[in-house]
Each structure stands twice: as C-alpha cells, then as structure tokens.
C-alpha cells in the first residue's frame, strides 16, 4: 500500500463471487480525496435520492395543496413535511452540485482523460436548473403561474416556443416527475462508471 492511500474494506471471495456488483467498489482511495470536498459528489447524490423518494410519494397519493393528500387526509400533515423534504432537499441539491463542480474546477479533476466526466457533470447542471424549473411551475399556485408567463417569454423571445409550452402544466408535470429524472439517472449512471473507470483525479 503507498503512502497516500487508505485501504478500503475488502470483500471475501464468497461476496465476490455472489456479488460482482462489490468489483465497483473502490479497493484504495487516495488521501487527498478524504476529505470533505471530495464527498461534494456524495451529498447531490443523497439530495437526489431523497428528491425521487418524497417525488414518489407525492406522486402516488397525490400533493395537492400544501399539506393535503388526495383521499387521504389523515395523511396531511406528513405530507406536508414531505413536500418540505422534497422543497429543501431541490436547494441542496442544486448546492452540492454546483460546489462540485467548482471543486472539480479548481483541482484540475476534469482534465484529461476526464474530459468526457467533466462534460456529463456540467450537463447534469443544466439538467438540475431545467428541471427545478419544471417543479416549480408543477405547483401551479400563483408564483408558479406568474414564472410560468415569463418563462413562456422568454423560450418565445429565444424562438423556441414551440419546443417546450410551459403553460401547459400536464406536459410541464409529466416533464418534471418522468422525463427529466430518468435522463438525470442515465447521465449520474456514465458519470459513476467513468469515474470508476478513471479514478480520482489527483489536484494541481
């Protein structure tokens, strides 16, 4: 073992013969990716499957009006709460990922062969910002409706109306709780294997 890295746990055979998924498991990872910028990537990603499980949920009973689930009422006050998980956990994610980004830039962690790494996470970004827009409009109450209008200007003003009606609130809904996360899963799965592949990339 060298002098900057840890050695992660190792699996028995049994587990690796069982479980070939364990091989994804980093077997070292170097000192200077303990700490707590390097976990940057770490958090988005706990955000993220906080953000699909309260999405889950409000999707399958309904969110309706802040604190109401439909046809269940007993359920109201939980679902507020998950309403804020799912609120809070948008900011953070959005946090972490930009501070990732950033660390990742200023340690020099997308040069090359990193490349590729390096653009699927910047395009992860705008994925995240089209899709918390997406949310936002989802709430339909009046500030949702009032961004709505002047998201519709703006796509109109950048002629690309007719690619996306963000007043349409089935498409802006469906967009949000279907579309939008599965390509945000397939890019976070190349971006996880490409980064598996490459290692963590040792600062300037």
């Known amino acids: 073992m060298s ?3 840890t050695q992660a746990p190792n699996a028995t055979s049994p587990q690796q013969e069982r479980l070939p998924i364990l091989e994804a498991v980093p077997k070292s990872i170097p000192r200077y ?12 990603l706990l955000c993220f499957m906080l953000l699909a499980a309260s999405g889950i949920y409000m999707v399958a009973l309904g969110s309706g009006h802040p604190g109401f689930v439909s046809g269940h ?5 939980f679902s507020h709460f998950v309403r804020a998980v799912h609120y809070w ?3 953070f994610f959005m946090l972490f990922m930009f501070l990732h980004l950033l660390r990742v830039f200023f340690t020099g962690a997308y040069r090359r062969p990193r490349e590729v790494t390096w653009m699927i996470g910047v395009l ?9 827009l997406l949310g936002y409009i989802s709430r339909a109450d009046w500030s949702a409706q009032w961004h709505a209008v002047s998201a ?14 963000v007043l349409d609130y089935p498409l802006v809904f469906g967009l949000h709780v279907a579309v939008s996360p599965l390509i945000m899963i397939g890019l976070m799965a190349v971006h996880f294997v490409l980064i598996r592949l490459h290692g963590v990339a040792r600062p300037y």
């Open 3 to 5: 002098s900057y890295e």
């Open 33 to 44: 990716a303990n700490g707590i910028l390097y976990g940057l990537g770490g958090f988005t």
């Open 73 to 77: 009422p007993e359920l109201a006050s």
């Open 89 to 91: 956990s948008a900011q």
């Open 124 to 132: 992860m970004m705008v994925m995240a910002i089209i899709t918390g």
């Open 152 to 165: 519709k200007d703006l796509f109109n003003a950048a002629h690309a109306g007719t690619l996306l009606n």
